[in-house]
């Protein structure tokens, strides 16, 4: 039998949707939730690996200028996330990136 396993991040990050109408054609931010589903013994070893991708990139940074992205919605940033670290963790499985208690993106393979 496989196990896997999961492991959550946060961070708070800003960002604003121009060409929306709504509430994120303003500039506001997220406290997201990440969590990122590994075949148990890869992401034990990797938490650092994904903790720095999130103080680069995402914590308290303002997404449409660190991904250089125009309008960084949730699925757009669970696709960056997944990508970013498939080809760095062999054994990602998915990812969910929630941007409120009851709103996430799942991204896997």
């Known amino acids: 039998m496989k196990h896997e396993i999961e492991h959550s ?7 604003v949707a121009s060409h929306k109408e709504g509430p994120c054609s ?9 969590i990122v589903c590994c075949e148990a013994s890869v992401l034990q070893d990797q938490c650092d690996l994904v903790q720095a991708m999130i103080d680069n990139y995402f914590h308290r940074k303002w997404l449409n200028e ?5 309008a960084p919605l949730l699925d757009d940033l669970a696709q960056w996330i997944f990508h970013f670290l498939d080809c760095k963790l062999s054994g990602l499985k998915a990812i969910k990136l929630y941007d409120s208690p009851l709103n996430f993106v799942c991204y896997k393979h």
């Open 66 to 70: 660190t991904l250089k992205m125009a």
């Open 9 to 15: 991040f946060s961070f708070e990050s800003g960002h």
């Open 26 to 34: 303003f500039p506001h931010g997220h406290s997201y939730i990440l």
